[in-house]
């Protein structure tokens, strides 16, 4: 089906419970990008529409497009990607971001190898898992040859495991390993990088770069109460459980987790693709947006980055935005229109045409559940930040190494708040607001299983309280109550933002950084004491942190870009060259000499990395110029 151009890519969600009333909402997508829905409960009166878009990309050095090839079906009922997006069903949102690794290890060009270190690099996340070949643990205990191989399934099956374990389908080892009428026990595949000589009484933990399954005990414990009961096919059949650790919508292990995932981060594979042994990209795209239109009004969608997906035997990678909705009652026919780029509201009129027909489903895995539609929190200006969401991480740290957050206590997961009567138009269009992106649990030593998180009340919110009944109703003399007024603390002098604007702030930060003895003389140069240079830094980069957490980039590129230029002002221009060399140097570790060989600060490589690339989506003799660069680098070193 075509509308202006569009096509409708995902199931068109028709629900009916025991109101008669009908919800029709539409997706229509505009380019290479696909999306699918799913309508779900959060409460018994309360309906949410979830709108997951997602790209595909060709996995290539350097930079990986946008490919418009077909997502590969489905193997079999072993294949992982039956748990993942955009392969398996919609997930109603995340609480953190996450990265997948579903397929095979392979070995370089193809020769067969008895053991190799598969990694897995992309933002924070850091993570190498030994692959062996088929081998048994030996009557005295030790670990025999393995068998060479080519390629290793990544399949959890491989991993140490079994039942009662965090892996119930792995293989038993330790106390609980079953010898053969030989004395040998099989070994699994795929261990601890620290396990090459492991013995057979030691136990150990389950490795890989998979999806949990929903009823395995690191997600279902998460359910608490309400595990036993749970259909992970049909819970969209029921409003959302009060009590729940919404934590169990991720699928990724814990060391795969991040709350810093926007689509844009450098990637490193090692032995996780078909021919490249060893690949450094970038996926190359637009975010996607998304305008929902329903009886002539318009509401954008914040869409979030929140998985990515390797699949390693195809060569492709699998982004996942994702959005929600507050849908109103009695519900109405909509259209959700996804696309590539800025999507201007009123631009889109003859897309809301009367939709005659009814697609079928791109993604066959999708089952439809019945629902209705909500009575919604009044929709926010789109710029307006929720003070309730948490600030995203950091912008300003090379996220080169793996970084291990420390444990917090979860917050609400779904703070909805009771709101008068509004218009249904309005409400119709309200955004839901999805569970805050709280920091990750630590994954314990060797990712062993870990405890239940503390109660979180997880829709307390969403009820409206009891009310007291008014005594001043029924009094007709009430006491006269003197008025109080509050002390209203001293307010502080407002700070000097338009004398330092933020792109003035990044040039001296880059200063700063480049110099850190002359911070008197550089502060005395522009006027500034260090308690008011400190408070206009904070601010910008709060402001940055709001606008990234909006799904924007525009103050974080225009940071970058001055804070690079200042440091080409203070030692000289960059060239593509430089360049180069110094995402050479990052990925063997030696980054930190380089930078200080070319007169550049420590932490300047991230900011490097996000203007480079920038200036070569924008400009295509750029990117030329950077890939001849880093060839020339890396057949140097």
């Known amino acids: 089906m075509h509308v202006d151009g569009a096509h409708v890519c995902a199931t068109s969600i028709t629900s009916a419970t025991s109101v008669t009333s009908v919800t029709s909402m539409h997706v229509v997508c505009q380019g290479q990008i696909r999306a699918s829905s799913l309508e779900w409960r959060p409460t018994p009166d309360a309906w949410v529409l979830t709108i997951a878009c997602h790209a595909l990309f060709e996995l290539a050095p350097f930079e990986s497009p946008v490919t418009s090839l077909p997502v590969a079906l489905l ?11 955009p392969w398996g069903p919609v997930a109603p949102f995340k609480r953190w971001g996450e990265v997948i690794v579903v397929g095979h290890a392979h070995a ?11 990694r897995l690099a992309v933002g924070d996340i850091d993570k190498s898992i030994l692959v062996r070949g088929d081998a048994c ?3 005295d205990g030790s670990l025999g040859e393995p068998a060479p191989f080519a390629r290793m399934p990544l399949r959890w099956e491989r991993a140490a495991g079994g039942p009662h374990t965090s892996n119930p389908i792995g293989v038993p080892t330790g106390n609980g390993a079953l010898p053969d009428r030989w004395g040998r ?7 601890p990088v620290a396990s090459s000589t492991a013995m057979r009484h030691g136990h150990l933990w389950p490795s890989g770069f998979g999806p949990l399954r929903p009823e395995w005990p690191d997600r279902s414990q998460r359910l608490r109460r309400h595990a036993a009961g749970w259909d992970h096919a049909r819970w969209t059949a029921q409003p959302l459980p009060d009590g729940i650790d919404t934590g169990y919508f991720n699928v990724a292990p814990l060391d795969q987790v991040t709350n810093d995932l926007t689509g844009t981060e450098q990637l490193v594979l090692e032995h996780l693709h078909p021919r490249f042994p060893r690949l450094t990209t970038c996926l190359r795209a637009p975010a996607p947006h998304a305008i929902a239109m329903t009886n002539g009004a318009e509401q954008r969608v914040l869409l979030r980055c929140d998985t990515l997906v390797i699949d390693a035997d195809h060569g492709v990678a699998a982004l996942v935005w994702r959005g929600q909705l507050m849908l109103d009652r009695p519900p109405r026919e909509g259209v959700v229109l996804v696309a590539e780029g800025e999507l201007a509201p009123s631009l889109t009129g003859t897309v809301m045409a009367p939709l005659s027909s009814r697609p079928s489903a791109v993604l066959p895995f999708l089952q439809a559940a019945a629902q209705l539609a909500p009575e919604p929190p009044a929709a926010a200006a789109p710029d307006a930040v929720d003070p309730r969401l948490p600030p995203p991480p950091p912008v300003e740290e090379d996220a080169s190494q793996t970084l ?6 979860a917050r609400p997961a779904l703070p909805f708040h009771a709101l008068p009567p509004e218009d249904a138009h309005a409400r119709s269009l309200a955004p839901y607001e999805p569970p805050p992106e709280e920091e990750p649990p630590t994954p314990p030593a060797l990712v062993a299983p870990p405890a239940p998180l503390a109660p979180m009340g997880v829709l307390e919110l969403v009820r409206p309280a009891a009310t007291a009944p008014d005594a001043a109703a029924h009094d007709p003399h009430p006491a006269a109550v003197p008025e109080r007024r509050p002390v209203e603390p001293p307010s502080e002098p407002p700070l000097p933002l338009g004398a330092y604007p933020l792109e003035r702030c990044a040039a001296i930060a880059a200063r700063l950084a480049k110099r850190p003895g002359a911070l008197d003389d550089i502060l005395a140069a522009e006027a500034l004491s260090p308690e008011t240079w400190e408070a206009l830094h904070a601010h910008w980069l709060d402001a940055i942190r709001a606008d990234v957490g909006r799904g924007k980039r525009r103050l974080l590129s225009s940071y970058d870009a001055a804070y690079i230029a200042a440091l080409e002002a203070e030692r000289g221009t960059i060239t593509a060259s430089d360049y180069a060399r110094l995402v050479i140097a990052a990925e063997r570790g030696s980054d930190a000499q380089a930078l200080a060989e070319l007169g550049l600060p420590d932490g300047a ?17 750029v990117a030329q110029e950077v890939r001849a660069a880093m060839r020339k680098a890396a057949e140097a070193s």
């Open 108 to 118: 370089p060009e193809g020769i067969p190898v008895r053991s190799l270190v598969a």
């Open 605 to 621: 490589l991230l900011r490097l990395r996000r203007v480079w690339l920038e200036r070569s989506v924008k400009d295509p003799a």
């Open 185 to 191: 026990a099989r070994a699994p595949n795929l261990l």
């Open 137 to 139: 643990f030996e009557r």
């Open 404 to 409: 291990v957050p420390a444990v917090v206590l």
């Open 75 to 85: 193997e079999d009922e072993g294949d992982e990607r039956r748990f993942v997006e």
